[in-house]
């Protein structure tokens, strides 16, 4: 049974600096890919950045330049390093697990079957 558990929002002012990590529980497989996503009030959940099996990530063009992906192997987390937030970084978190062989970073919704529950940022 795997869970994944989100920690680490919080509200920050615009400008600011926020760390998510995400605790995988149970199986996962390392060669699989891991996701954030977020979903805003009324919006679509909307992928943040990903990363595959040996470490390639790939980001949104929102979060290119300011969010990094990180995963450590090691003690099964999954990290999300957010920097001159914005209010529209305002959101619900989620990170996203495929045991899948995924064979590059995944970015869209439908390949994630494993969700946390989520951790809210707000920014203002």
């Known amino acids: 049974h795997v869970q994944l558990v989100e920690s680490g929002g919080g509200s920050v002012q615009a400008g600011g600096s926020l760390s998510l990590t995400c605790a995988t529980r149970?199986?996962?497989?390392?060669?699989?890919?891991l996701a954030w996503f977020r979903q805003a009030p009324g919006k679509e959940r909307e992928a943040v950045a990903a990363?595959?099996?040996?470490?390639?990530?790939k980001y949104s063009d929102s979060a290119t330049g300011r969010f990094t992906i990180s995963k450590d192997g090691e003690k099964n987390t999954l990290d999300l390093e957010m920097t001159g937030l914005k209010p529209e970084d305002t959101a619900m978190y989620y990170c996203?697990?495929?045991?899948?062989?995924?064979?590059?970073?995944?970015?869209?919704?439908?390949?994630?079957?494993?969700w946390g529950q989520g951790t809210q940022v707000t920014v203002s």
């Open positions: 996203a697990h495929t045991t899948k062989l995924c064979g590059g970073p995944r970015m869209e919704r439908f390949e994630y079957p494993l």
């Open positions: 990363i595959d099996g040996i470490g390639r990530t």
């Open positions: 149970g199986y996962t497989r390392r060669s699989g890919c």
